[in-house]
């Protein structure tokens, strides 16, 4: 990898956030060590989707292991590959099912993030519906009819309407089809006030259908409310492939705080609407679709409150009675991120040094004997050659760095020494395990 070629913005984004120990969002794939198996699982996925199946996916791991590091980097992935992307975090505030605006909280947080390629940051919509719109208005001057004529406008209004009844079979399909037809309507008539309403209906942000029907001119809409907004997740990803896109990939992070909803019924809510979603895609059902949940071992496993809890879903992602425990492998949706090894560990703090100089302009000070020392002070600790995750790595890595940068007398075996935890052995030149960089690709 030639680090020149890394634009020094996104260099900065990807420290600013690492050393809060928070995911990127961009940049990712500079750091990507040691998840090869998982990357090609799903990778295999977007392929599928692409063919026009549906799938279901949960990324399971510790707090720290990565899990919405790969969300991140999946999601990268899938744009490059054509897909339109949606994505959030859940919270208290944002469920997937519940009253007074939960369910609905997430809707409009995976709209907010809605990205394509042409538009990386969120808030696609305007350019995903606009390149269907061009896309018809260039069908029909290849067939001979001038921007010029006074009919085009109609012309193309009348094709849009034609195409959007193919929705009309699903629910909510009408409404969807009558708002979306509005939109391009009002974008050849250049009505922004019109156009503006029909993106507030499918943002899910009007309260009443008396407010919508009013800014829209529609005397039977409905709103998105908590009940169907995940139809209308269906009714998007049936757009997007019908406008050129590969699919709808949706990234839902954080599925632990379903684990963490005390009351039994509205948690077992939230996981009829998972398996509602499940058996959508595996069955066919949401063409176009992928659904990736992030969320912790005990959001899965534990059979008092995470998914296991519910026979229908515990059925359905168990692992397979031949699969060894704690080998990470798993015949069915799950995602099991293991442990990344000491070489995995040690190729990613070189990675980092690296990047670290081509964003300081200046190669930090620190040898390859001083980054095996380093990592092995990090792994001595009390379960940590179990438990260590990247980013208690990488966030200590990045300070010392840090530290070096700002007082160069500073030297790093003096730096390692002080700062040296409680519970660590003293790691002797004799004593340090053998790591090397195997099978490692940067």
């Keep these: 990898m030639r680090q020149d070629k890394i634009p020094r913005r996104i260099l900065g984004t990807l420290f600013s956030s690492l050393s809060a120990g928070v995911v990127p969002r961009v940049g990712a794939p500079y750091i990507a060590i040691g998840r090869n198996r998982e990357i090609m699982s799903l990778t295999d996925d977007l392929d599928r989707v692409a063919e026009g199946e549906g799938v279901t996916r949960f990324i399971i791991g510790r707090y720290g292991s990565g899990k919405s590091f790969l969300i991140q980097l999946a999601r990268g992935y899938a744009i490059d590959r054509g897909f339109v992307t949606a994505d959030c975090d859940l919270t208290p505030e944002r469920r997937l099912s519940g009253s007074g605006g939960t369910g609905l909280s997430t809707y409009r947080e995976l709209i907010k993030n809605l990205s394509c390629k042409a538009a990386s940051d969120g808030g696609a919509i305007p350019v995903i519906i606009g390149k269907w719109h061009a896309q018809i208005s260039s069908s029909l001057i290849a067939s001979g009819i001038s921007p010029e004529d006074p009919r085009f406008s109609?012309?193309?209004?009348?094709?849009?309407?034609?195409?959007?009844?193919?929705?009309?079979?699903?629910?909510?399909?009408?409404?969807?089809?009558?708002?979306?037809?509005?939109?391009?309507?009002?974008?050849g008539y250049g009505d922004d006030a019109l156009m503006s309403s029909c993106l507030k209906w499918l943002r899910g942000e009007f309260n009443t259908k008396t407010e919508a029907r009013e800014?829209?001119?529609?005397?039977?809409?409905?709103?998105?409310?908590?009940?169907?907004?995940?139809?209308?997740?269906?009714?998007?990803?049936?757009?997007?492939?019908?406008?050129?896109?590969?699919?709808?990939?949706?990234?839902?992070?954080?599925?632990?705080?379903?684990?963490?909803?005390?009351?039994?019924?509205?948690?077992?809510?939230?996981?009829?609407?998972?398996?509602?979603?499940?058996?959508?895609?595996?069955?066919?059902?949401?063409?176009?679709?992928m659904i990736v949940f992030g969320g912790t071992p005990k959001f899965l496993e534990d059979e008092r409150r995470g998914l296991f809890s519910y026979e229908a879903l515990r059925s359905r992602l168990a692992d397979s009675r031949f699969i060894p425990d704690g080998t990470g492998l798993s015949t069915g949706p799950i995602i099991r991120l293991r442990r990344l090894s000491d070489s995995e560990l040690l190729a990613l703090i070189m990675r980092l040094t690296s990047l670290y100089g081509a964003y300081y302009g200046t190669e930090p000070d620190v040898s390859d004997e001083e980054k095996k020392d380093f990592l092995s002070l990090m792994t001595s600790r009390a379960g940590a050659s179990e438990m260590i995750t990247p980013r208690e790595v990488i966030r200590d890595y990045i300070a010392l760095l840090d530290i070096l940068r700002s007082d160069?007398?500073?030297?790093?075996?003096?730096?390692?020494?002080?700062?040296?935890?409680?519970?660590?052995?003293?790691?002797?030149?004799?004593?340090?395990?053998?790591?090397k960089l195997d099978d490692i690709e940067f």
């Design 154 to 187: 109609d012309l193309v209004s009348d094709r849009i309407v034609s195409e959007s009844r193919t929705f009309e079979g699903a629910v909510g399909g009408f409404d969807f089809a009558v708002v979306v037809s509005k939109y391009c309507r009002a974008w």
């Design 215 to 289: 800014a829209i001119g529609i005397r039977s809409l409905s709103v998105i409310d908590d009940q169907n907004w995940y139809d209308h997740l269906k009714l998007l990803a049936a757009l997007v492939r019908k406008i050129g896109y590969s699919g709808l990939c949706v990234f839902i992070d954080e599925g632990v705080n379903l684990y963490k909803i005390s009351n039994r019924i509205s948690r077992e809510s939230n996981y009829e609407k998972i398996l509602s979603m499940f058996n959508d895609t595996m069955q066919g059902k949401a063409e176009g679709l």
């Design 408 to 435: 160069p007398s500073k030297k790093f075996a003096d730096i390692v020494s002080n700062r040296a935890p409680d519970d660590a052995k003293t790691v002797k030149p004799d004593e340090r395990r053998t790591i």
